[in-house]
């Protein structure tokens, strides 16, 4: 059974201003992905979640993923996809009964029953079960098992993964969105996830049943805990911090019989528009340009030897316009006095998280001191309700609900 594992499109996704969507990008990316899955014929493809930047997804976003689902469904590739916390699963599962006889199969949400949905599949080994499990939470996972005392991650996927009618005999594929990690240790991220550090933490062992787990929530793509469990990584950089991870593309998995080892290799995609850092001396970075002529790039610019000024700037903005480039971001490092802070530059802050933005906030008012993991976790839910919150409408009675539910839990806490 071979099939792709791919996470975090983040469909209508903005850089600096920059729409992905419109500048190119992701349709390119989509079309990258039909032309793989038409060369490597894999037996289905399995997205983990963050489908969309936003739960309230603009219309060319809905038209994009649309044409990646009828392109795979054209070529009779099987589809499995689960909601992420970007998006909305009640949105992102319209039609799902549907659209489950063109072999595209939604994770529905989950408290419309306590089991997660589960598609077969056959080989010439036999079947394999993959299990659609949308991003999930404490609250949402006690209401649905009507058990209270769920009040961490790791406990409430264990109690929601143990009501499922798991046969350990088989071979098992499971697709999720969550912070995944190995014996409480994260590893480095890519950049661009709306998370603070320690929250939600669910543990790599609460996934023992499964032969293979297709993450996704972290940008970065790298195995948890055992060479099974693994996040697939955003297909494009969507933060220059992501340029830490050389290649991404899907990865293509391989299950051969039950008990063998698994074969995992990242299928690299180029993008249209690569991002770069320019970092160091003006005038080595001006010298270096001028030497070695790359086009149609997004770029960063830090200065290491002076202050940013128009003049600074200018020679590298007119470059970067003359190559069809873009410079998306630019700072300096520059500290004439020792000890002195340099403040942010507004695209770092630009690029910061919510959450990160918010705990900033609470030390500053705070004399410096920050906030505790009970904080931490509280601004974390605040942040992802406003990151997946509609910019142009007002808070739902269900997203204040949903805050007012976290903030009772959290008193009642012992």
């Known amino acids: 059974m071979r099939f792709l594992h791919l996470a975090d499109l983040h469909f209508g996704k903005s850089i600096h201003g920059v729409s992905l969507l419109e500048n190119g990008d992701q349709g390119f990316w989509v079309d990258r992905l039909l032309a793989l899955a038409e060369e490597l014929r894999p037996d289905a493809v399995l997205i983990a979640g963050d ?57 529905r949400p989950l408290f419309t029953s306590r089991k997660l949905d589960c598609v077969t599949l056959e080989d010439e080994h036999g079947p394999v ?57 994260e590893a480095l991220r890519g950049g661009s996830e709306s998370m603070v550090g320690g929250v939600g933490q669910v543990d790599f062992h609460a996934f023992d049943a499964f032969d293979y787990v297709a993450l996704g929530h972290i940008h970065a793509a790298y195995a948890v805990g055992r ?59 001006r010298a ?3 030497q070695h002529p ?20 200018a020679f590298f903005e007119e470059l970067a316009r003359s190559r069809g480039s873009i410079l998306m971001d630019r700072s300096s490092e520059y500290d004439p006095f020792r000890g002195e802070v340099t403040a942010p530059s507004t695209g770092a802050v630009r690029e910061k998280r919510v959450e990160e933005l918010f705990c900033d906030f609470y030390a500053e008012r705070s004399g410096g001191t920050p906030p ?12 992802e309700l406003l990151q997946n919150a509609d910019p142009h409408g007002v808070p739902t009675g269900q997203e204040i609900e949903k805050l007012l539910d976290y903030l009772t839990e959290q008193e009642v806490r012992p």
Request: proline share 7%.
């Open 227 to 285: 060479d099974t469990v693994r996040y697939a990584g955003s297909p494009l950089c969507y933060h220059f911090d992501e340029l830490r991870q050389a290649e991404k593309g899907p990865l293509l998995v391989e299950l051969g019989e039950k008990g063998e080892p698994v074969k995992i290799r990242l299928q690299h995609t180029p993008p249209l528009h690569p991002m770069r850092e320019l970092r160091g001396a003006y005038e080595e970075l």
């Open 372 to 383: 505790t993991e009970q904080d931490q976790a509280l601004l974390a839910f605040a942040g």
């Open 51 to 107: 489908v969309y930047d936003r739960s309230a997804p603009s219309g060319d976003a809905v038209e994009l993923l649309s044409r990646m689902l009828e392109g795979l469904a054209a070529q009779g590739i099987p589809v499995m996809l689960v909601a992420g916390n970007h998006d909305s699963v009640q949105r992102l599962s319209f039609l799902s009964p549907v659209l489950a006889q063109k072999d595209i199969f939604i994770s």
């Open 129 to 185: 079960r993959f299990w659609l499990m949308p991003y999930v939470y404490p609250a949402l996972i006690a209401q649905t098992l009507e058990d209270e005392s769920l009040r961490d991650n790791d406990t409430a996927v264990r109690a929601l993964l143990a009501e499922q009618p798991i046969d350990p005999g088989e071979r098992n594929v499971l697709i999720a969105h969550q912070n995944v990690t190995a014996n409480g240790v």
């Open 288 to 290: 270096a340009e001028l």
């Open 294 to 313: 790359r086009t149609g790039e997004y770029l960063r610019l830090v200065l290491t030897d002076r202050r940013l000024s128009p003049e600074t700037c």
